[in-house]
């Protein structure tokens, strides 16, 4: 049997010997062995582009890093920034109109009741007049929001969305009038009817009208701006690379 200190020595040696040669397998060195020299020289394992050399590769990287970044504004503000711009403008409208309909419908009680409006914003009846309202802007939001969706205004001359805006803010009016004629259903006396409602609110008409037509008109210079502002920035990166290969 061999001694413990020359066994040791070999499985030292092996280990040893072991690592050496993961290290070389892992790093790409080579081991130049003669009868006169030992040496390890490295391995150029990372082969260069063959478009290293080339005096543009930069710039083209930039290039792209740009149009990546056009290309994922374009989207945002196609699919979701300008309707969020034409929405957040036309809810401010809405909240306007609501808030006409409102004092008026307060106004027409004051004269039913000769003045007296005692209690009536802590009554069931004005709390369901206001939950009314409520309606009626959400049915506004909807048919606004698919207005927007469509996202033609920007492609309209000018005559054609005179036109456009009066049918769509008329259409936007007559739904409300339908939410209204559904919903309200308070008959009793001192509180106006449907109907009463409805010939009152014939004198602000002119002004909901302008607060609808406000809202698409906005919508409209939204688009134009956007539309404008997207595809300047996509003229100017064109003319970079025309420039780059000129």
């Not at 413990?4 to 790093?27: N, Q, R």
């Not at 590769?57 to 990546?68: A, P, V």
């Not at 049918?167 to 009817?193: A, C, F, H, R």
Request: proline content about 1%; overall charge neutral.
């Amino acid at each position: 049997m061999q001694p413990i200190w020359i066994i040791a020595i070999i499985i030292t040696g092996t280990i040893c010997l072991s690592i050496i040669a993961f290290i070389v397998y892992k790093t790409g060195v080579s081991i130049n062995a003669t009868d006169k020299s030992f040496g390890i020289s490295g391995s150029d394992k990372k082969k260069k582009s063959p478009h290293a050399s080339c005096r543009f590769s930069s710039d083209i990287i930039l290039i792209l890093q740009e149009q990546r970044k056009i290309q994922d504004e374009v989207f945002y503000w196609r699919h979701v920034g300008i309707i969020r711009e034409q929405m957040n403008y036309a809810e401010q409208k809405l909240d306007q109109a609501l808030t006409v309909l409102n004092k008026h419908f307060l106004i027409l009680l004051k004269e039913m009741n000769g003045g007296d409006k005692t209690g009536i914003s802590n009554s069931n009846q004005y709390r369901h007049y206001v939950q009314v309202l409520r309606e009626v802007k959400i049915k506004a939001i909807e048919t606004c929001r698919h207005i927007m969706r469509e996202n033609h205004l920007a492609d309209r001359t000018e005559d054609e969305f005179n036109l456009y805006e009066e049918t769509k803010t008329t259409m936007i009016i007559d739904q409300g009038s339908d939410v209204m004629n559904y919903l309200y259903y308070v008959k009793m006396e001192g509180w106006p009817t449907r109907e009463q409602i409805y010939d009152h609110n014939q004198k602000i008409k002119n002004e909901l009208v302008a607060l609808g037509k406000d809202a698409l008109r906005q919508a409209r210079k939204i688009a134009i701006e956007k539309g404008t502002e997207i595809e300047e920035k996509q003229n100017a990166l064109d003319k970079k690379i025309e420039d780059l290969f000129t």
